[in-house]
């Protein structure tokens, strides 16, 4: 989920392919970043991705804009002045202080039709970069998972379900606003209790046996011989040494990623593309199970963040329980 992004505000016409879509980047446009068999790209995921070979990327694992609006310029400023705006301050727990919560329930009907215009461009340019059996991992929200489910499908990419990160977050479980005391056994949404990581495959080339022979794709690696990939990963919420190192507001933890990562790459063999590279996180997992992994990031703070953090995170000791 990154963005300056207002920046990615797509034209009917340019989802269409009646023209090239423009996406403007910073005139300081940052040098590749190169972690062991991870490489950064500072660039537009769009522009980047209509330069790649077909058929050259095996597995892709993104945490993207689902929500575009919270990451343009006015509101990171609000963000980072602890305004709010479009994004929920959570209340301190323990001493504890909660991390900024993006609220999808203020975008408009038009901002919903943008987030699907955007996602459907953002799959076409995808699809034929991709092995056939490719795995696309998404991590999105209850409230906006259909649009951006039904734009990649639309785009040409098979839905094969959903992965749940099965956490405790702070979305939901508030009272009625300015009226706790009178509706004090009221929640207006359930608290969320886990998170939708979407599921895509490119169609196969054959079966999945030739698929996996010629492309090395097509289904998810095993953790052991005696379990298979399992479609619920328990997860704590990113610890606070993490996020001291990549202070990104939507930081996933490298336990819960890493889990995510080795499993998509059925042989172990691949290139895994994080396209909304944020912090780093993808690449970092990758890096630390050993796959080669590429990431693309158009923000220049969150590609400097991520070129610092990539190697702490890599090599951080965790477990499945962290």
């Given at each position: 989920?990154?963005?300056?992004?207002?920046?990615?505000?797509?034209?009917?016409?340019?989802?269409?392919?009646?023209?090239?879509?423009?996406?403007?980047?910073?005139?300081?446009?940052?040098?590749?970043?190169?972690?062991?068999?991870?490489?950064?790209?500072?660039?537009?995921?769009?522009?980047?991705?209509?330069?790649?070979?077909?058929?050259?990327?095996?597995?892709v694992?993104?945490?993207?804009?689902?929500?575009?609006?919270?990451?343009?310029?006015?509101?990171?400023?609000?963000?980072?002045?602890?305004?709010?705006?479009?994004?929920?301050?959570?209340?301190?727990?323990?001493g504890?202080?909660?991390?900024?919560?993006?609220?999808?329930?203020?975008?408009?009907?038009?901002?919903?039709?943008?987030?699907?215009?955007?996602?459907?461009?953002?799959?076409?340019?995808?699809?034929?970069?991709l092995?056939?059996g490719?795995?696309?991992?998404?991590?999105?929200?209850?409230?906006?998972s259909?649009?951006?489910?039904?734009?990649?499908?639309?785009?040409g990419?098979?839905?094969?379900?959903?992965?749940?990160?099965?956490?405790?977050?702070?979305r939901?479980?508030?009272?009625?606003k300015?009226?706790?005391?009178?509706?004090?056994?009221?929640?207006?949404?359930?608290?969320?209790?886990?998170?939708?990581?979407?599921?895509?495959?490119?169609?196969?080339?054959?079966?999945?046996?030739d698929?996996?022979?010629?492309?090395?794709?097509?289904?998810?690696?095993?953790?052991?011989?005696?379990?298979p990939?399992?479609?619920?990963?328990?997860?704590?919420?990113?610890?606070?040494?993490?996020?001291?190192?990549?202070?990104?507001?939507?930081?996933?933890?490298?336990?819960?990623?890493?889990?995510?990562?080795?499993?998509?790459?059925?042989?172990?063999?691949?290139?895994?593309?994080?396209?909304?590279?944020?912090?780093?996180?993808?690449?970092?997992?990758?890096?630390?199970?050993?796959?080669?992994?590429?990431?693309?990031?158009?923000?220049?703070?969150?590609f400097?963040?991520?070129?610092?953090?990539?190697?702490?995170?890599?090599?951080?000791?965790?477990?499945?329980?962290?």
């Amino acid at each position: 989920m990154r963005e300056s992004r207002g920046v990615y505000r797509l034209r009917m016409s340019h989802v269409l392919g009646l023209q090239p879509p423009l996406f403007p980047m910073e005139d300081d446009r940052r040098e590749p970043f190169a972690c062991g068999q991870a490489v950064l790209h500072h660039a537009n995921c769009l522009e980047w991705l209509r330069e790649q070979p077909d058929h050259s990327i095996h597995a892709v694992v993104t945490d993207p804009p689902y929500g575009l609006h919270e990451y343009t310029p006015e509101q990171q400023e609000k963000l980072r002045n602890g305004k709010g705006g479009v994004w929920r301050i959570p209340p301190s727990f323990d001493g504890n202080k909660r991390s900024p919560l993006p609220r999808f329930t203020t975008l408009t009907p038009e901002q919903l039709r943008e987030l699907k215009r955007f996602f459907y461009a953002w799959g076409r340019a995808l699809l034929p970069k991709l092995t056939p059996g490719a795995n696309v991992v998404v991590a999105a929200n209850p409230l906006v998972s259909h649009i951006v489910s039904g734009a990649l499908v639309e785009a040409g990419l098979e839905r094969r379900g959903e992965l749940v990160r099965l956490t405790m977050t702070m979305r939901g479980g508030d009272r009625p606003k300015a009226a706790h005391q009178e509706f004090s056994d009221v929640s207006v949404m359930p608290r969320s209790m886990w998170e939708p990581w979407l599921l895509y495959r490119k169609p196969l080339d054959g079966r999945v046996q030739d698929n996996l022979r010629r492309w090395h794709t097509g289904g998810f690696r095993r953790p052991s011989d005696d379990r298979p990939f399992g479609d619920v990963i328990k997860s704590s919420p990113t610890r606070k040494g993490e996020r001291a190192l990549a202070p990104h507001p939507s930081l996933k933890p490298q336990a819960f990623m890493r889990q995510l990562v080795r499993g998509v790459l059925p042989l172990g063999k691949g290139i895994v593309l994080d396209p909304f590279a944020g912090a780093g996180s993808t690449l970092a997992a990758a890096e630390a199970v050993g796959y080669a992994s590429v990431g693309v990031e158009m923000d220049a703070r969150y590609f400097d963040m991520a070129c610092r953090a990539i190697p702490k995170l890599a090599a951080m000791t965790v477990t499945s329980h962290d």
